[in-house]
């Protein structure tokens, strides 16, 4: 990894500068290929290189069971992360549905028109109902005392916005907190997965991994902050400070890309680069650009009072934040 007001909440889906969502590798609708998302590079990331390590053979008899031994923890630890980092991707696909249905009852706006203005593949009623099977099928929402908390006040969430009685700055402020939950359980077993290479020598090769990893990690956040800033900032909507964050979010984003680039094995090579290049999303990466521009310079908002010609120059967030994820 969305109409003025409506498509605020879209692109918001990563409200407030602090998440994105919608779904991890999709299907390019022009080809049968798929588009391979930040997700997957995370994956890709985390297991080729750690995975690997387990098997490592050629070890001196002296200390070879402990490398062993301790290859194998690295690997759990990075089965672990990749775990995690699905379901933060999995809370964003979550979010979206739920934050634009509440966002668009804010503006007098129903699900219907909701669909004709952001066209998703699937009608915003149905992605609700589908929630609690995700959360269920979602082994990281129950791993901790807080996320299992979370877990069960998002289902009472679902049912208020579907009944129209909780207010989207309510929602918004519940994803966010959920959203830092997931985040604290990746950085915890981040950390752990440091102090288990830590124990044997590794090559040189996975530290980088390790870093790049984390960097990876950071600009799946800071680019969901970005695609929600961008939309405040066009639509002249959101937090008094919009510009500012999402001014702060692009700086992030593109801190962490120049972090681990160059520093990608050959297949998460390929799929940052397909993610890049990808053409709707390379469009809709000019959009946010247009925002930063607005932003830096303290330009009124291009898409302000104009709902139609702002739905069909964010409605293409929808596929880029599904990319991000």
Sequence with gaps: MESASLTAEVGSVPPTLAQVSHTGTTLAPSSGR?????????????????????????????GAWGARRNASATADDA????????????????????AAVSYAAQLGISEPVLDQL????????????????????????????A??????ELM????????????YPLVMAFFIRMGADID????????????????????????EHAAALRQVYAAFL????????????????????????????AGMFDQAVLEFQGHLG????????HLHNYPPDARFAATMTQGITVALNDQPPPFALNLAFAGSSMAPSIAYVADMN
Excluded: C
């Design 184 to 207: 604290a359980v990746w950085y915890q077993d981040y950390n752990r997965l440091q102090a288990d290479t830590a124990k044997w020598q590794t090559p040189a090769s996975f530290e």
């Design 266 to 273: 050959p297949l998460a090579t390929k799929a940052w680069d």
């Design 34 to 62: 798929r588009r391979l998302g930040v997700r997957s590079l995370l994956v890709l990331l985390i297991l080729v290189p750690f995975v690997s390590a387990a098997g490592l053979l050629g070890l001196s008899a002296n």
């Design 118 to 145: 952001l066209r998703p593949s699937v009608p915003f009623a149905t992605q609700m109902t589908h929630i609690a099977a995700e959360v269920a099928s979602t082994q990281t929402f129950h791993s901790t005392p």
């Design 156 to 167: 009472s969430i679902v049912h208020s916005v579907s009944s129209k009685s909780l207010t």
């Design 79 to 98: 089965a672990r992360l990749a775990t995690v980092a699905s379901a933060r991707a999995q809370m964003n696909t979550i979010e979206f549905p739920v």
């Design 147 to 152: 996320l299992r908390s979370d877990s069960a």
């Design 222 to 249: 800071a680019g969901g902050q970005e695609v929600s800033g961008a939309i405040y900032v066009l639509e002249g909507i959101g937090p008094p400070n919009a510009r500012q964050l999402l001014v702060q979010a």
